[in-house]
């Protein structure tokens, strides 16, 4: 059976949608946490597929995070190495600063339903599931500039760096496709402080639009994800 590996920050924050879809696909899927479990010991190479999840912390907060440090340098290893890698939120942003690319504090939180724009790139890969328009989950206030010899797939009308590729093994995306309705009432709870601290947005409108679009959303990020192992050969 393949593996499939997910470094998770925050426990709320998993697979959500996504687990039934590997399973199909044959992955039998562990978590590793990042912060408590030793990534220092984790092999970059061992399993068939990485996906590295998201969390409330910034790439750049290393001296606060060491874990991240440990992180990055397994991560740039298996990405160096051309091992199949999806990288969601923070994760992207770990697959950006990995391969060179810069992460910083953007100029606004961008959390929400909102679609993307994809390029002409992205409107040749997985991600032209969402081509119509359809709502993705933004949940970020930190933002990357792109690596160098990344393929820029997305982006929305706050910040220009939704999702790139690099190479055909790596797929990173600032947005959230993996999330359902349910799943989602775990992050109104572990993100109050946020939601609270963040003007024009509440828990009553963040579910609102949730019940409008988590649905289409999470059937077209399984399909973005199948497409994707395909084109993987997994």
């Known amino acids: 059976?393949?593996?499939?590996?997910?470094?998770?920050?925050?426990?709320?924050?998993?697979?959500?949608?996504?687990?039934?879809?590997?399973?199909?696909?044959?992955?039998?899927?562990?978590?590793?946490?990042?912060?408590?479990?030793?990534?220092?010991?984790?092999?970059?190479?061992?399993?068939d597929l990485w996906i590295v999840l998201g969390g409330p912390i910034g790439v750049y907060e290393q001296d606060a995070y060491p874990f991240l440090a440990d992180e990055l340098q397994r991560l740039r290893a298996r990405l160096e190495a051309g091992r199949p890698t999806l990288g969601i939120c923070l994760g992207c942003q770990l697959i950006a600063e990995a391969l060179g690319g810069r992460v910083y504090p953007g100029h606004g939180k961008e959390i929400g339903w909102k679609p993307l724009t994809l390029t002409a790139a992205g409107l040749d890969s997985p991600l032209a599931a969402f081509a119509?328009?359809?709502?993705?989950?933004?949940?970020?206030?930190?933002?990357?500039?792109?690596?160098?010899?990344?393929?820029?797939?997305?982006?929305?009308?706050?910040?220009?760096?939704?999702?790139?590729?690099?190479?055909?093994?790596?797929?990173?995306?600032?947005?959230?496709?993996?999330?359902?309705?349910?799943?989602?009432?775990?992050w109104l709870i572990g993100h109050a402080g946020e939601i609270a601290g963040t003007p024009g947005l509440s828990v009553s409108t963040l579910r609102a639009a949730t019940a409008l679009h988590a649905a289409t959303a999470a059937a077209k990020g399984q399909q973005c994800l199948a497409g994707w192992l395909d084109r993987l050969g997994g």
């Open 132 to 186: 119509d328009g359809t709502p993705v989950l933004h949940w970020h206030g930190d933002t990357f500039d792109l690596p160098e010899g990344a393929t820029l797939l997305a982006s929305s009308d706050l910040y220009p760096h939704q999702a790139f590729s690099w190479g055909n093994h790596a797929l990173a995306l600032q947005f959230h496709m993996e999330t359902t309705a349910r799943g989602l009432e775990r």
């Open 1 to 47: 059976m393949k593996t499939a590996l997910a470094l998770r920050h925050v426990a709320f924050e998993d697979l959500d949608r996504f687990t039934p879809l590997l399973a199909e696909r044959g992955y039998a899927t562990r978590y590793v946490e990042a912060g408590y479990d030793d990534l220092a010991g984790l092999d970059p190479l061992a399993d």
